[in-house]
DNA sequence: ATTTATTCTACCGATTTAATAGATTATAGC
DNA sequence: GCTATAATCTATTAAATCGGTAGAATAAAT
């Protein structure tokens, strides 16, 4: 299951996603909408913004906002920054991968093969699908 | 990420799969061979007997075997058991539905529908796939 | 009765997840 | 340059989950 914190980071996302003006947006605002906590918030945004996903301006008349065109902020992104690896097994993660240490070998394990096809599955999804994609859903 | 307890379950299965004879198999002999802390291993083959799919016998010339047909034992089922929804939102899992407390409206989130189709291409490979598909490719 | 092996109850330590608090730094406007 | 504003940084904490352990109780075979 998605974290807590990768379902705020789509929140958040969503909500400056559905700005019309590409103008600053209060972290207290975002975390009002989204129900968010705001401290919490704070991290996420950020973390969002040294992916360069988002983009933030200090001071007076302040706040974040959409740095990336929504299209190119896959789903992939923001579920392998906040949750993970998108693989159900180590050693079929491409991005994390690492090898089990429990088994003799990967030619030979039966799950191996199966999590690869599940792994698979989901990217296509995923690594696909954007921002755009829940925009348009939620209109 | 499948939990350390999901992978042990499988690769408990797998041995006991393995066996010509239906004949039982002491936990610590499946502990041995499959490298499972064996006070870790006793809950899961009780887990899994409880559910079914292994029985066992007391005493001496005891231990476990299995129960269910391996084709019948479907990746779904243990999964479930051990490592919970295969949905990665409560909101769109089928065994353990649950609202999210953020979320509006189901209708009306974008997420929500991409992740149901998540969820069904996953559920099309481990609802179909059993024990039987591990076994036959770790032959 | 003794040995063998599962079953049951309870607990523990480490890690991760979720959230909070407070100080600091950058910016705008007067 | 001062003040208000708002993001950023550092640190800590609370709660939940995960992985694992210990020991007593129960059941079965010989």
């Given at each position: 299951m998605l974290s807590k914190k990768t379902k705020y980071a789509f929140h958040a996302l969503t909500y400056l996603g559905k700005q019309q003006e590409k103008t600053p947006v209060l972290i207290s605002e975002v975390a009002e909408k989204t129900k968010v906590p705001k401290k919490f918030l704070e991290s996420i945004l950020l973390d969002l913004k040294k992916a360069g996903i988002l983009t933030s301006k200090m001071g007076k008349g302040g706040g974040y906002y959409l740095l990336k065109d929504p299209e190119d902020v896959k789903l992939a992104d923001v579920i392998r920054m906040?949750?993970?690896?998108?693989?159900?097994?180590p050693c079929v993660s491409l991005n994390y991968y690492e090898p089990c240490d429990?088994?003799?070998?990967e030619e030979t394990c039966g799950l191996n093969r199966i999590m690869i096809e599940v792994r698979d599955e989901t990217l296509k999804i995923v690594a696909n699908k954007s921002l755009k994609d829940i925009l348009l859903a939620e209109k």
């Open positions: 906040f949750n993970g690896p998108i693989a159900l097994l429990e088994c003799v070998s």
